[in-house]
């Protein structure tokens, strides 16, 4: 079975930092996509970035970019330019033929 | 434009009692999905329909039951409710299913005494 890791419970980053989040999964598929969800305490889930695994070049959306490593089954979210309004629960997900989500990132911005 | 909407957001049900958790969604989206999220975790997926009529489980069906009669709707029935089905459950829609993004409802709080 699919399986998501976030290894970070926690993050903190100073405001106007940049801060990197990591997130690995197990697969034996070679055609899946990857997301970066973010929760805020409204509960709110808000889609931050998406990736396809056939597509070599790393996905950005503004401060937010990936570095996505598939040999290694590696998805992590970067955050450059650290704000207020990023502080939230960081959830990577895997989908293939559903979707599977890891356990989440808190990351906390200090002003 | 409401997109996926969710009632009621919080509810408190005795053991053994009964209710449906209503989702709607307005983008006229094919597949529909219902998460579990415990305290502390990521989501995990009880149950999801690909059109209207087609339901499968998840990986956490027990203990609940789906129907889908019309592409907007897609409520979540508990039948039994026991203290683990305590946890705060959300709604989510898709166009298409895995490579598509899912786009979520703000949640239902369950707390089950």
């Known amino acids: 079975a699919q399986t998501v890791t976030q290894s970070q419970p926690e993050m903190s980053v100073q405001e106007a930092e940049t801060v990197t989040l990591s997130c690995t999964y197990d697969t034996s598929e070679s055609d899946y996509y990857l997301f970066w969800y973010k929760q805020p305490p409204s509960r709110q889930m808000i889609l931050v970035i998406r990736q396809e695994a056939y597509k070599q070049q790393n996905a950005t959306e503004n401060r937010f970019s990936v570095n996505f490593q598939k040999a290694a089954k590696s998805f992590s979210l970067k955050i450059s330019d650290s704000q207020l309004g990023d502080a939230a629960m960081y959830f990577c997900a895997y989908s293939f033929d559903d979707m599977r989500f890891g356990a989440g990132t808190r990351l906390t911005v200090k002003p | 434009n409401a997109g996926v909407t969710q009632t009621p957001k919080f509810r408190i049900l005795k053991i053994g009692q009964s209710m449906t958790l209503q989702c709607t969604q307005d983008m006229n989206h094919n597949y529909m999905y219902w998460y579990r999220q415990d305290p502390g975790m990521g989501l995990k997926l009880i149950y999801y329909?690909?059109?209207?009529?087609?339901?499968d489980k998840g990986e956490v069906p027990n203990g609940y039951n789906v129907s889908r009669s019309t592409t907007e709707d897609f409520p979540l029935r508990l039948e039994l409710a026991a203290p683990s089905q305590t946890s705060v459950y959300f709604c989510?829609?898709?166009?298409?299913?895995?490579?598509?993004?899912?786009?979520f409802g703000p949640g239902t709080r369950l707390l089950v005494l």
């Open positions: 989510a829609s898709s166009p298409g299913q895995y490579q598509e993004t899912q786009y």
């Open positions: 329909s690909v059109g209207a009529g087609i339901t």
